[in-house]
C-alpha cells in the first residue's frame, strides 16, 4: 500500500479540469472512486482539487503498480487536467511505500511526469505502537527534499532526469520510461513461455535491469 505524507500547501487547491480528460482514462480513474458504506458500494464524487485527488490514491496500490494504463492515467490527467503553467514547480505528492518515500511531480499541459523516491529509510525500534513518530519523521523528510526538488525544477535539472536519473538528490525517472518498459513487458509476457525474447526479459527483470 502506498501511504500519503505530504501535498505541499501551494499545490493542495489546483483546481482539475475533469471534462478534458479522455474517457479512457476517466475509466481507469474510477478504480479510485468507490466506497463502501453498510455494505453497499458508492461512486464517490471526482477530486476536485490536487489535494483531493493525492487523497483517493492514499493507501491504495499506487506506487510499485505503474502499468500502462495508470502510467496514461497520471500522463493524461498532467496534460489535460491542469492549466498550463510555466515557471514554476508543477503539482507533486508524497506517499511511504516499502522503505522508501516516493513523489510523483505532474508538468500542467505536458506529459513528461516525474517519479521518484528516496533512499531506504532506516527507524529506529520496530514496535508498531512507533508508526505516528515514524510517520511524522517522512513528512519532515519529504518537505525537505520538496525544498530541493523546487530549487532543481526551477533551474532546469528536471530536464535531465532521463540521462542522470536523479532529481534533488532522489532517485528518479521518467514516467515515459516505466510506461515503456510496462508496455515491452506486456509485449514479452504475450509471447510463448519457451520464446527466447521471453526468457531474456524474464532474466533482465529477476536481475534488476528493469525497474
Given at each position: 500500500?502506498?501511504?500519503l ?26 478504480k ?94 520496530e ?24 530549487r ?60
Amino acid at each position: 500500500m502506498s501511504s500519503l505524507r505530504l501535498v505541499p500547501a501551494s499545490m493542495a487547491n489546483i483546481p482539475i479540469d475533469w471534462t478534458r480528460v479522455p474517457e479512457a482514462s476517466m475509466k481507469k480513474l474510477a478504480k479510485w472512486g468507490h466506497d463502501w458504506e453498510n455494505e453497499v458500494m458508492v461512486t464517490k464524487p471526482l477530486p476536485k482539487t490536487f489535494g483531493d485527488l493525492a487523497k483517493w490514491f492514499d493507501e491504495s496500490k499506487f506506487f510499485g503498480y505503474f502499468g500502462p494504463e495508470l502510467c496514461t492515467l497520471i500522463m493524461d490527467i498532467s496534460e489535460f487536467a491542469f492549466q498550463a503553467a510555466s515557471n514554476q514547480t508543477g503539482p507533486r505528492f508524497y506517499m511511504k511505500y516499502r522503505e522508501q518515500i516516493w513523489f510523483l511531480l505532474f508538468t500542467p499541459g505536458k506529459r513528461n511526469c516525474i517519479m521518484g523516491h528516496s533512499d531506504n529509510i532506516a527507524h529506529e525500534g520496530e514496535d508498531d505502537s512507533e508508526y505516528e513518530r515514524w510517520a511524522a519523521e517522512e513528512v519532515v523528510l519529504a518537505e525537505k527534499f520538496d525544498a530541493r526538488l523546487e530549487r532543481d525544477v526551477l533551474e532546469g535539472k528536471a530536464g535531465m532526469v532521463e540521462f542522470t536519473q536523479k532529481l534533488a538528490g532522489w532517485n528518479a525517472h521518467t514516467l515515459e520510461s516505466y510506461l515503456e518498459t510496462g508496455q515491452l513487458g506486456d509485449a514479452m509476457i504475450s509471447l510463448p513461455m519457451s520464446h527466447p525474447a521471453r526468457k531474456a526479459f524474464i532474466s533482465s527483470m529477476l536481475s534488476g535491469r528493469f525497474r
